[in-house]
């Protein structure tokens, strides 16, 4: 693959919620609100002719009340036949007249239903369109399509091959951000297209036997950094998004164009495949307005946007597909292990801040150059969650894949009051002084050796009172390894006879949310050449050192993950440090004394516990 | 005090908004004022859009066509 491929997906929703919400204000609901549908309709055709005027073909996502109006169903086979657009199914949009009266029910998301409920809708909803256009469809999808409903999905129509499956990083701050109504709480998947795990759908397959059976797409292509620390609904391939985050002046938007394009220069990082996909529902273009914006402006965004793919198109820069088509490109050339990562820029606040993000069937992990590069976020994927969701299940809402480490829910880098909070980081100590990298802001290059992707900070100086050194970061990730190695160099001093120790270290939690989970029963381990100490966490604020460590380790059971560090050095000292409930926090780390230049290397891995 | 309803646009709270929260406010005809059911805000549309501007400050490359990666 070398190519920049582009998704366009337009659902045709009788009743966006939106509009319904405008329509409705003062009066009772009314599902078959004729001035709704209409307006509903009269969007999607101009969403279409856009796209059409631009070149660029469409899949179309059905909606299930679509499917009983004959206008749409005439218009998706006329533009199937005259374009090439695919006829796929979304099972958003559930709700309508029929939807009412056959599953007497008000809830709008498929993973929020009971598991025999997405049984049952999954059979209307395909069964329906069968019966509308004579064959099953390809492709599929919502904001979140759970591992259990795409393996019932999949038992039974074999024939999806694609879904849209997650919203990037939508969890408890696009729920706070709709003052606390919004449930898509789904933090912690990849932001580009997946082959995902059966067992858990953030998950990356690790192998044939784990492959779910679809090619899973983020709806739309969001800006990693921005939406890392800010709502999902701001930020991305989605024009109307970005006036909802008033990221405009006038009525320009050059933002749109910035993170499509920081999206094609992924190719850099992913063997010179990138992707986007723009996936804009009718209720973002209400006549009405939206988001202070009146509807000269929401349709000048769409066309502005869909104008800079076409442009691309025409100028050979990116390739126009179907859901369908790209899940069968996606899977010929991409093996299970390879990574998909991506050196990102701010193309916002005007900083030259980078965050390297990157994700395989073992970890998903960010590391922050503002922070010298530490980790600022670590999903342990190897563990493979089977988290259900949906009514009558433990999570029910709450869809996340759960984090080791996310330092804006559990504070990173400690600047407030007392305790610790969650980040990898490494310090550097010298006569009773200690400097945290945290605090060493800087940029990274990016590299590739084979099958190791390699990331090369900056150098950083550390000044004490006495001597400064220079200090280097690498990280170096082997594809198909699931480790991280890290490598930290003191590259220069002002004094050759100085001793300074180096501590790279882990201060870890679990978690989904801002607020903390029980530690209890988390094993800290030190196994050293010749001694062994192990903890059973209780926050008792104990702590241990082991000399010649082996390994450091810490088990995690409510998440099913085994943490360790390692080190190729013959006498660095292992060690851990317990929290407690004012900071519920592990510590992991290792540590080695240097004189004048060196390095100490370290691995870090995540694995099943089990 | 009259009843609150939608204003020509879904002029959100400024104030709510500066701390990322999406709340659309009401408006009050009698008053030519918007209100916001969350947190204490009034103002009349002059105002709301003064805040927007003071919001989108942060953006400081939100004109700035970035083509170098």
Redo the contacts between chains.
């Keep these: 693959m070398s190519e920049f491929y582009v998704t366009i997906i337009h659902r045709p929703e009788m009743v966006p919620e939106y509009i319904q919400r405008e329509a409705q204000e003062g009066k009772q609901e009314d599902l078959a609100r004729s001035e709704v549908i209409r307006e509903s309709l009269d969007i999607f055709r101009t969403q279409q002719q856009v796209a059409h005027d631009n070149g660029l073909r469409t899949t179309i996502q059905m909606t299930y009340a679509s499917l009983f109006n004959a206008e749409v169903i005439a218009i998706a086979k006329e533009h199937h036949d005259r374009y090439g657009d695919e006829i796929g199914s979304t099972f958003l949009g559930l709700q309508c007249q029929q939807f009412r009266d056959k599953f007497k029910s008000k809830e709008l998301a498929i993973w929020l239903f009971s598991m025999e409920d997405k049984r049952r809708i999954v059979d209307e909803v395909l069964g329906k369109f069968y019966e509308v256009f004579g064959f099953y469809p390809t492709s599929t999808g919502s904001y979140y399509m759970d591992a259990e409903l795409v393996n019932y999905i999949k038992s039974k129509y074999p024939m999806i091959k694609a879904a849209v499956a997650t919203c990037w990083e939508e969890g408890p701050k696009a729920y706070r951000n709709a003052n606390n109504s919004w449930y898509t709480i789904f933090d912690g998947g990849p932001w580009n297209p997946w082959i995902p795990s059966k067992r858990n759908i953030h998950c990356p397959a690790s192998d044939e036997a784990d492959d779910i059976g679809i090619v899973a797409i983020p709806h739309l292509s969001r800006d990693l950094m921005a939406v890392f620390d800010g709502p999902g609904s701001y930020y991305g391939t989605h024009p109307q998004n970005i006036l909802r985050g008033m990221v405009y002046e006038g009525r320009e938007i050059p933002y749109f164009k910035n993170i499509v394009d920081q999206y094609r220069s992924m190719a850099t990082y992913n063997r010179g495949y990138s992707y986007n996909m723009m996936y804009v529902g009718p209720g973002w273009m209400s006549k009405q307005g939206r988001w202070e914006a009146d509807y000269a402006f929401l349709l000048k965004s769409y066309q502005d946007g869909m104008a800079h793919y076409g442009q691309l198109k025409k100028k050979g820069k990116a390739q126009d597909v179907t859901l369908s088509e790209f899940a069968d490109i996606y899977r010929q050339s991409r093996p299970y292990t390879r990574p998909e990562c991506t050196l990102w820029k701010d193309i916002l606040y005007g900083s030259r801040r980078q965050q390297f993000w990157y994700a395989d069937p073992w970890m998903r992990f960010c590391l922050d150059m503002n922070q010298g590069g530490a980790m600022i976020d670590l999903r342990p994927y190897a563990a493979r969650l089977v988290r259900p969701c949906g009514v009558g299940t433990r999570h029910l809402q709450d869809a996340s894949y759960p984090f080791l480490v996310q330092s804006l829910y559990r504070v990173g880098y400690f600047t407030h009051y007392a305790g610790e909070g969650a980040v990898k980081s490494c310090k550097f100590s010298y006569a009773g002084e200690e400097i945290d990298l945290c605090t060493c802001r800087t940029l990274a290059s990016y590299s590739e050796e084979g099958d190791t992707r390699i990331v090369t900070l900056d150098p950083v100086n550390i000044e004490f009172a006495r001597v400064t050194i220079s200090v280097q970061s690498v990280f170096r990730l082997t594809e198909g390894t699931g480790e991280i190695e890290i490598v930290r160099s003191i590259i220069g001093t002002t004094d050759p006879a100085a001793e300074i120790t180096i501590d790279e270290y882990i201060t870890a939690c679990y978690g989904t949310t801002e607020y903390p989970e029980d530690l209890t029963g988390i094993t800290l381990t030190l196994q050293g050449a010749a001694e062994r100490e192990s903890i059973e966490y209780a926050y008792q604020c104990r702590e241990a050192q082991v000399p010649d460590i082996i390994v450091a380790e810490a088990i995690v059971p409510q998440v099913e993950t085994r943490l360790t560090m390692r080190t190729d050095s013959d006498h660095a000292t292992g060690y851990f440090r317990e929290g407690f409930a004012f900071s519920p926090m592990y510590t992991i780390g290792l540590k080695q004394t240097i004189q004048g230049k060196g390095e100490l290397r370290t691995w870090l891995k995540v694995e099943k516990a089990s | 005090m009259a009843q609150g309803?939608?204003g020509?646009?879904?002029?959100?709270c400024p104030w709510?908004?500066a701390r990322?929260?999406?709340?659309d406010m009401l408006y009050d005809r009698d008053k030519d004022e918007y209100y916001c059911l969350?947190c204490s805000f009034t103002g009349n549309e002059p105002e709301v859009l003064r805040l927007?501007a003071q919001?989108?400050a942060?953006?400081?490359?939100?004109?700035?066509?970035?083509?170098d990666?």
Excluded at chain 2, 20 to 23: A, H, L, S, T
Excluded at chain 2, 58 to 67: A, C, F, L, Q, V
């Design positions: 309803r939608k020509k646009l879904n002029y959100r709510c908004l990322e929260i999406d709340m969350r927007n919001f989108r942060k953006y400081r490359d939100r004109m700035r066509r970035i083509t990666f």
